[in-house]
């Protein structure tokens, strides 16, 4: 069987429009869409904690799960193709769970959103019998990741950073802050000045005075 790229692309093509207009998956593909893009474009971006690992891996623990889901309703876990795809990602999401929480530096690459929400969206259909699980189809999905990632990478480049924007904000606060902190301090000290003078000043008043008049008679 001859396979070149406009087969694949369309191919591609197929599925991908295929995961934004069938009702059937879009309540699993949105939400994983809207995970994807919001940890890509404003928090993975400035920097990626295991706490970041930890949700994404639950995120993509529950597509899996749904995925299960499907194919014992459908009674098709003689479908190998499906089981295995099913179990390797099952097992991969839970893998990245546990060491999220023991802190091991391989969550943090496991953990990130762009692969594991590709795949899982891309494969959904699959698991959901709307598109054909065959050689091209799979490979489709395989060889255009690639060119999806660095879709996502010029986005994130065009999108304004706004952690920056946060950060700056938060800065400008604490100078005001720290600014009208002085400024009341140094009021409040000249205000007790004040009072110090006005109190020690009448008290010495009173004393000049008295001992001006008792040694006067």
Do not use: C
């Amino acid at each position: 069987m001859t396979i070149d790229i406009l087969s694949l692309f369309q191919a591609f093509l197929t599925i991908f429009v295929s995961t934004l207009t069938n009702v059937e998956i879009i309540w699993i593909t949105y939400p994983v869409y809207i995970v994807w893009f919001s940890m890509e474009l404003l928090i993975e971006r400035e920097r990626f904690t295991y706490g970041h690992s930890l949700a994404n891996s639950i995120i993509f623990s529950w597509v899996s799960v749904d995925w299960l889901r499907h194919l014992y309703l459908h009674h098709e876990f003689d479908d190998h193709n499906k089981l295995i795809l099913t179990t390797f990602f099952l097992s991969l999401s839970i893998f990245t769970l546990l060491t999220s929480i023991k802190r091991k530096k391989i969550a943090k690459i496991l953990g990130r959103t762009g692969s594991f929400a590709y795949f899982q969206i891309m494969f959904t259909p699959f698991i959901y019998g709307i598109i054909e699980f065959n050689y091209i189809n799979f490979l489709a999905v395989i060889i255009f990741y690639p060119l999806v990632y660095f879709v996502i990478y010029v986005i994130d480049k065009l999108v304004p950073k706004f952690a920056e924007e946060e950060e700056k904000f938060e800065g400008k606060i604490n100078e005001e802050y720290i600014n009208n902190f002085a400024e009341s301090n140094l009021q409040y000290n000249q205000q007790n000045y004040n009072n110090y003078y006005d109190y020690y000043g009448y008290n010495y008043g009173n004393y000049y005075r008295n001992y001006y008049y008792r040694y006067r008679r």
